[in-house]
């Protein structure tokens, strides 16, 4: 009887620990994630910032902004004025805008439905040309935040591509791939960016791509990226070197899982928390990169807008006897803002995704 008593109260006892590991609800990895980064005001803060801009850059064209395009010579160097209204001309949408795709096309009709020809004033002045600087920046913000997004995709496809197969594959073949990294790493990225593009401008290579709709912008996007993968390469190498001996990869070898599969459905999902990382610091580094190139004239090509050429516009008309410091100032403001911001949500990224700062 004593054993009977015994193993009914050993039921009940596992029983009781069985509802209680029942009511225990776990929490992802993303669900904890997100729980730390709210904890983190600076990263909110950032990442409410990038939003936002990323909303208006969207959706500029239905904002009541003066036409990007818009010359009026008479408006030339105008002050930031909050008084004077603007307007656009709905006869000449195409000149004044540029070429639109059918998405911001039908945007600017139902913007000329809501506000008919009415428009901003000009918060941030005009430039040298009359053009509002307030409209160029919005316009220019979709230049700047797509060259950044679309570069940094291409380098995290190569760099994450690239890195997995070396790290998984190891021996003389990892040996080759990371030499010829250190080889591109000693190539001045500047010289490598005149290059491409220099040869890519080429007249009949031009002709020939823009007959697949591939226009000077659209080779700019990639060029970037496909120089900004090196980093990536090595820092995704050095983790499946430490992952591809553990367990569940050998378990999907043992069921006959190839190279191709092991890599990108077991090794690459178990980064994804280092690519989001990297992706929010490498933005950043590219919208500068680009800024810098536009900076110099070798970016983003008028009539197209970009902040990096805004800035280079503004630099150019600086003199001693007359400094037009709005022409500088709000195209600074914009792209230091966001590079904070991105920087800012990294780090807050990094912190959050990280399974050591758990209980901090």
Do not use: C
């Not at 090595?234 to 006959?256: D, P, W």
């Amino acid at each position: 009887m004593s054993a009977i008593s015994e193993s009914k109260s050993d039921l009940e006892r596992y029983d009781r620990i069985l509802a209680e590991a029942a009511a225990i609800k776990g929490v992802s990895l993303g669900k904890d994630a997100w729980r730390r980064l709210r904890k983190n005001p600076v990263a909110m803060v950032s990442l409410w910032i990038l939003v936002i801009v990323s909303l208006l850059a969207v959706f500029t064209p239905l904002l009541p902004l003066q036409a990007p395009r818009k010359v009026e010579t008479s408006r030339a160097f105008q002050l930031p004025t909050f008084t004077q209204g603007g307007s656009i001309d709905t006869d000449r949408i195409d000149a004044h805008f540029g070429e639109q795709d059918p998405i911001d096309a039908a945007m600017i009709s139902v913007r000329v439905a809501i506000f008919d020809t009415w428009a901003i004033p000009s918060l941030f002045g005009t430039d040298e040309l009359g053009r509002d600087q307030l409209s160029r920046l919005f316009w220019g913000a979709r230049v700047s935040l797509v060259v950044g997004l679309v570069a940094t995709l291409v380098s995290l496809v190569i760099g994450v591509s690239y890195g997995a197969i070396s790290g998984y594959l190891g021996g003389s073949i990892d040996n080759l791939m990371m030499r010829l990294v250190d080889v591109l790493y000693s190539i001045p990225f500047i010289f490598v960016v005149i290059f491409l593009i220099t040869i890519l401008s080429q007249k009949d290579i031009k002709e020939a791509l823009e007959s697949y709709g591939i226009d000077r912008i659209t080779i700019f996007f990639f060029v970037v990226g496909a120089i900004y993968w090196l980093t990536m390469a090595r820092v995704v190498r050095g983790q499946v070197i430490s992952l591809k001996n553990e367990q569940f990869v050998e378990a999907a070898r043992t069921i006959g899982g190839g190279t191709f599969r092991i890599v990108f459905r077991h090794l690459v999902p178990n980064l994804f928390s280092i690519v989001i990382v990297y992706l929010t610091l490498t933005i950043p580094r590219v919208m500068l990169f680009e800024a810098f190139l536009s900076f110099l004239g070798l970016g983003v090509q008028p009539p197209d807008v970009s902040w990096g050429l805004l800035a280079n516009t503004g630099f150019k008309v600086i003199t001693p006897i007359k400094i037009y410091w709005w022409l500088i100032v709000f195209p600074g403001i914009a792209l230091g803002m966001t590079l904070f911001a991105l920087n800012f949500l990294g780090d807050g990224l990094r912190d959050a995704l990280d399974p050591r700062m758990k209980n901090r």
